[in-house]
């Protein structure tokens, strides 16, 4: 990575609050989607970022692109707080529409997201002729057939003249690629850009991925619900598997650090549930002790995950754990990180304890 951020959040939080109905005069409840994240994000980067449904990882990336305003904490871009650029708030040293141009989003679902009306050729003009307004029809043309052929959509001619309908799941994602390839961003978020694909074709995306960010030195934030992917795109990518557990950001650090060494109890839970990485584990049950993920609008005190952690002890109840550096850049909230802590002496949580239930997610 990079000794400048390209992307930095500092203590970000994002807060939603509940709409209440009509005749409901009471304090809405508040969603703690992310609470108190911090994360640098370098050039040609890439942060695989994990977690049960619900947890903030979508709107985690988001924030980080500037689609979602903090309600605490900064996000800058290069230095640059983007709130205050969009805001022309003080001394502004790049222009918001440079910043939103430079962080990009290629959604879970390329359908939806592609002008059903328009030929690919129209989409994928769209970007340059607002961002290149000099550029001749001729030359926008020859740049879209040149993509077409760089992500394997041959003969480009032809796929140029074709309607969203007329492609496959994996060419529509392929589209919304190269669409967001054309805006020369620095940062493409990946929000389950590959979960709507069959098995077969995820692998053959998340190599194209690969190969388009060296060609563009492009960073990717990759939002994803299956460990196996994230371990696949970071590995190759030299990059980080990030771990969220209702707003916060639990572990992070280098793939095989994460796989083979987690160091966080709910890690290992998502280790253990995903069957391609199940045989490193010896454990039959799984690593938790409640299934029911806690309400996100009125999360445990201390520690988010001892309702459910097998680890977990009196002190977990009490106190939040702060982001414990290990090696090579793995960082852990776990108090079982720092071996001077209170936790080793205090008692082991018990399961008689009452405990809250959330039977849907309000954000992801």
């Known amino acids: 990575m990079s000794d400048e951020p390209l992307v930095s959040l500092e203590n970000t939080e994002v807060h939603f609050e509940e709409e209440s109905g009509l ?7 508040v969603v703690r989607a992310v609470d108190g994240v911090s994360l640098d994000i370098g050039e040609q980067d890439v942060v695989a970022l994990v977690g049960e449904s619900g947890c903030g990882k979508t709107t985690l990336g988001k924030t ?61 003009e769209a970007p340059l002729k607002k961002w290149q307004p000099d550029m001749s029809s001729g030359d ?16 480009a ?25 054309l805006m020369d961003p620095d940062l493409i978020l990946a929000d ?21 960010q060296q060609q563009f030195n492009t960073s990717f934030v990759f939002v994803s619900h299956d460990l196996s992917n994230a371990r696949y795109l970071a590995s190759h990518a030299g990059g980080r598997i990030g771990v969220m557990y209702l707003g916060e950001l639990i572990e992070i650090g280098p793939p095989e650090q994460i796989i083979n060494d987690p160091q966080h109890p709910y890690t290992k839970v998502l280790r253990w549930a995903t069957p391609d990485l199940r045989s490193t584990d010896k454990a039959e049950e799984p690593p938790v002790r409640k299934i029911d993920i806690p309400d996100p ?9 001892h ?41 082991p949580v018990t399961d008689d304890e009452p405990s809250a239930h959330a039977s849907d997610a309000t954000s992801d």
């Open 23 to 29: 005749f409901d005069f009471s304090e809405p409840d």
């Open 64 to 124: 980080a692109i500037g689609l979602q305003r903090p309600t605490g904490g900064s996000v800058t871009y290069r230095g640059q707080d983007i709130w205050d650029a969009k805001d022309n708030n003080g001394d502004v040293d790049i222009p918001y529409d440079d910043i939103r141009r430079s962080l990009q989003i290629i959604h879970q679902d390329p359908g939806s997201s592609l002008n059903p009306n328009r030929r690919v050729l129209g989409t994928l």
């Open 140 to 155: 926008r043309r020859e740049e879209i057939v040149r993509m077409l052929e760089a992500v394997g959509m041959t003969p």
């Open 157 to 181: 001619t032809d796929y140029a003249g074709r309607y969203p309908h007329q492609l496959s799941g994996g060419e529509q994602q392929r589209v919304a690629l190269i669409r967001a390839l």
């Open 192 to 212: 389950e850009a590959i979960s709507a694909l069959d098995v077969s074709l995820r692998v053959d995306m998340m190599d194209l991925m690969l190969e388009l």
């Open 297 to 305: 609008k009125n999360p445990p005190s201390g520690c988010r995950f």
């Open 307 to 347: 309702t459910r952690c097998p680890e977990a002890r009196e002190a977990c109840k009490a106190d939040s754990p702060a982001s414990y550096d290990q090696e090579s850049g793995h960082r852990v909230r776990c108090f079982r990180a720092d071996d001077d802590h209170d936790y080793w002496s205090s008692q």
